[in-house]
């Protein structure tokens, strides 16, 4: 192995290192693999290329995409990206950033993260965020473990049908490996009030999957009567004008921060986040960052409350989550810091105005039925196509739109933010109306 080798390690390296742990050579490191498992044949690996060829072969291949208007929901939303986003959070002392293990070193890193957990807070009405979890479908995952930790010797969760299916699917992974007994319900409500067995927690919707914002009057003293916790699920860009969970009487609030500024980008990375009341701390998984002053008086950051996590209690922590979402935590922070109470109200406000344009656009075509008349939504809906919803898809895609994404039931959903003017929307109706049942 020579000096402009991509492999740090020369074959002095790797034979001390095999002579230390044992073993004759790195075959045997996978001795364990069964045989039918182990590929035998030649990897077809293309020859090597000049860095010119490279650059033109990716730009052959990126010229092969297509810029599409996108008018999807569904748990991502296409939301204005101011620029300065990208320009403060790809510096390199944010960017190259560790998790922050030495405080003293990494006072930036909590900082952010601290004012990031402070805005959760403000936005769910919450008394304490942790740092971040990995996605909102594995911080309602999370609360779910949560709930369990919190009730003890209890072990069913009800979890709303009306949550993303994604989100129901992670749920139902973490359960199928913890031994939790999860129930999907169509009526959360009425199930509570019947009764459960050992049960330690309800996870609901703020908005529904079909872009419906749920009304959870008298829900939280139904679930509080029957010894569980209230898990809210929320968007939080909709925060900015919807009761906040802390108002529903919810325990525990989660979510995916992607509507707070972070781009669709194929479906992540994103960022979750999860909240909770003072009394259920130390129940909360990931890290906590607290604020304090040092040994001069001067503000400062530190990781707190610690023996949560695994790396100092591990049999007894509260989840395997140890690293977190810093750097997308940051984008949300940035963001937030420069939309405002008021930028976050116009989003919704704007979002609001496109999306009951386009509802009342789509259903003058003729080429729809309604499915949830007169039911309140921000930005998002669904509707019931009288023409095949593929042909549809087609032509939308045809026309430079992604949009009436096909749900399980056969609906499709449209969603319209900030982003979109008055003249896009227009085109994409102007489509629709070319569609032949």
Same mark, same amino acid.
């Not at 599409?68 to 999807?72: C, H, I, S």
């Not at 898990?231 to 900015?240: F, K, M, N, Q, R």
């Not at 669709?264 to 998984?285: I, S």
């Given at each position: 192995m020579g000096k402009l080798s991509y492999f740090p390690h020369t074959e002095e390296d790797v034979r001390a290192m095999l002579e230390r742990i044992g073993v004759n050579s790195l075959d045997d490191l996978f001795s364990d693999v069964p045989a039918d498992f182990v590929f035998k044949g030649e990897y077809d690996l293309p020859s090597a290329m000049s860095e010119q060829q490279v650059r033109d072969y990716f730009e052959k291949l990126a010229s092969m995409n297509t810029k599409?208007?996108?008018?999807?929901g569904q748990g991502a939303y296409d939301h204005y990206i101011p620029s300065v986003i990208p320009y403060i959070t790809g510096r390199s002392e944010f960017i190259t950033a560790y998790t922050p293990y030495q405080c003293e070193i990494s006072q930036g890193t909590l900082r952010y993260i601290f004012e990031w957990q402070s805005m959760i807070c403000r936005l769910?009405?919450?008394?304490?965020?942790?740092?971040s979890v990995y996605d909102g479908p594995t911080a309602a995952a999370e609360a779910m473990r949560m709930c369990i930790a919190c009730t003890k010797k209890r072990n069913s969760v009800i979890v709303a049908a009306s949550l993303l299916p994604n989100v129901i699917d992670t749920i139902r992974t973490y359960a199928r490996y913890s031994g939790i007994n999860v129930i999907v319900s169509e009526h959360v409500a009425e199930d509570v009030a019947e009764g459960v067995l050992d049960l330690a927690g309800v996870i609901v919707p703020s908005v529904n999957r079909y872009g419906i914002v749920e009304n959870h009057a008298g829900l939280a003293g139904l679930v509080h009567g029957a010894g569980a916790l209230l898990?809210?699920?929320?968007?939080?860009?909709?925060?900015?004008v919807l009761k906040t969970p802390a108002e529903w009487g919810a325990d525990i609030a989660v979510g995916d921060g992607q509507s707070l500024g972070i781009p669709?980008?194929? %479906?992540?990375?994103?960022?979750? @986040?999860?909240?909770?009341?003072?009394?259920?701390?130390?129940?909360?998984?990931g890290r906590i960052v607290g604020q304090t002053t040092d040994a001069e008086g001067r503000r400062c950051f530190v990781l707190t409350l610690q023996a949560r996590e695994q790396h100092i209690r591990r049999e007894k922590a509260t989840s395997n989550i140890c690293s977190n979402e810093s750097l997308l935590a940051l984008w949300c922070t940035v963001y937030l810091s420069l939309m405002g109470p008021e930028g976050m109200k116009r989003v919704n406000e704007l979002s609001f105005d496109g999306a009951h344009y386009l509802y009342s656009e789509l259903m003058k075509t %003729?080429?729809?039925?309604?499915? @949830?008349p007169n039911a309140p939504f921000i930005n998002e809906f669904v509707l019931k196509p009288l023409c095949p919803a593929d042909k549809l898809q087609q032509a939308l895609l045809d026309g430079g739109y992604f949009a009436a994404l096909q749900t399980e039931e056969g609906y499709v959903t449209f969603c319209v933010t900030e982003k979109h003017s008055r003249e896009e929307i227009d085109g994409l109706v102007a489509i629709v109306k070319e569609v032949r049942i």
């Open positions: 599409l208007k996108v008018f999807v769910t009405g919450m008394d304490i965020a942790n740092a898990v809210e699920y929320c968007d939080p860009s909709t925060l900015a669709l980008c194929y %479906g992540g990375p994103y960022v979750g @986040f999860m909240a909770c009341r003072n009394e259920f701390m130390r129940k909360l998984p %003729g080429l729809f039925e309604e499915v @949830f």
